[in-house]
């Protein structure tokens, strides 16, 4: 059923709006997702998430498809004036749809693949390197050292949806590294000044691969307690690769 | 010699401004380099090119190591009042140092390893990719396509440098593959539905490269006149790899 929105202080639009900031989204324990490959992507992957749907009458008028389906999904949406979806909208050519949705689980399968992202801080990279795993075959993306939320706006659109097809979970000390030693996965680090090369590294049967910040690397809570650091061999006078790049073909190489 | 510029209306402002149209740079044949550390680079590496340094009174007042040796440098150094360089800066925070150089030569070595990118459009993709170049010994980079300009402010900053090391030459049709081919490389277009896996390649003595734009791929034009095109396999249900990811990617297993 499509309800309409006529007020910008309506509590549903008041609601999205808060969740630009990430204290509300965590307090809440929801998030925007907006564009409409994306929100397709959502109701198809996690449709059990979304709370509703918010469309603008020009998105309406030119997607009588999606609207007409959305309106037989049983989902809960909201059609408002453009005026009202551009003051809610995180873009600057809004694309007139976004779905709020309830907080991936946090919780790993612990695959023979896992990814630790420790301390990245850049949204685009951050995006980037979730589509990149989920590409790789690393389902299982544990977030630690305060990286950048995985649901604030540009990371979300980042990851064109891989977001919903995999396994997060957020650590808050370096504690689970043991774990995972115990749970038979070594883990390798990368590390700029790693004696061994990516190239002669063979993978484990349950690899755990750590990148790290974008300025700072991998910490050493984590460097000391690795069983493999690695580097990747480069040419020139680069000091370092972007963190998506490595990221990209430290998994590439551990790819099954 | 440290020369003072008072006056917004001086015309190196003047001149320094009209440089953040592409139309103006390529009438000018010059660009902007801005950053300390990435201005720096440029004074390294290609001092013959810089036709000045602008800098701020807060940068002089901070960095006077930087203000001292560019004081015994030889170079034309304008000294202007913080709100003059902030009417000049491309960034929302600026650092208060920016030079002007000439374009690279438009010429490239034909060495063992050759990327040709065909329509990149995102700037942040162009200067992650051309950075990572650098990285696997891939020293020679051809634009095609329409690339976007690596002139651009963004794709400047996002080269960390690399610019000023590589060779680029910038073609208006695709004859140059037919040359390229006769001059002995084989050529390795990108695409998603190409037969051969990336990982059954074998690199060839001269390889080039070709990484397409980020939402049509390699062109036609390169995709049937190539040697081989490869694909790069992908678990999950991705359609495609972030370009400058695929650019790693492919570049790592062709490094030398």
Redesign the interface.
């Known amino acids: 059923m499509i309800l309409e929105i006529t007020s910008k202080d309506n509590k549903i639009i008041k609601s999205v709006r808060s969740l630009s900031k990430k204290s509300n989204r965590e307090k809440m324990g929801c998030f925007i997702v907006e564009g409409k490959r994306i929100v397709e992507e959502a109701i198809r992957d996690i449709p059990e998430k979304i709370g509703y749907v918010i469309i603008s009458h020009s998105f309406k008028d030119k997607n009588t498809d999606t609207y007409n389906s959305l309106n037989r999904s049983g989902l809960n949406v909201y059609l408002v004036p453009d005026y009202i979806f551009d003051s809610i909208s995180d873009t600057e050519t809004p694309q007139g749809i976004l779905a709020v949705s309830d907080f991936c689980d946090n919780r790993i399968n612990k695959g023979e693949r896992l990814l630790i992202l420790d301390g990245i801080s850049e949204p685009?990279n951050m995006g980037?390197i979730i589509?990149?795993a989920?590409?790789?075959?690393f389902?299982d993306i544990i977030l630690c050292g305060n990286a950048v939320d995985i649901y604030s706006p540009k990371v979300v659109r980042s990851t064109?949806?891989?977001l919903f097809?995999l396994n997060f979970k957020t650590e808050n000390n370096y504690d689970f590294i043991n774990q995972l030693k115990s749970d038979g996965y070594k883990i390798y680090a990368t590390a700029l000044t790693s004696s061994l090369s990516l190239e002669e590294v063979e993978p484990w049967d349950k690899s755990a691969i750590v990148i790290g910040n974008e300025a700072h690397g991998v910490s050493e809570d984590i460097l000391s307690s690795s069983d493999i650091n690695i580097r990747?061999?480069?040419?020139?006078?680069?000091?370092s690769?972007?963190a998506?790049?490595a990221a990209?073909?430290t998994m590439?190489k551990f790819?099954k």
């Not at 990747?232 to 000091?239: L, R, V």
């Open positions: 685009g980037t589509r990149t989920e590409a790789m075959g389902n064109m949806g891989s097809r990747i061999d480069m040419e020139g006078q680069i000091e690769l972007n998506a790049v990209a073909i590439y790819k």
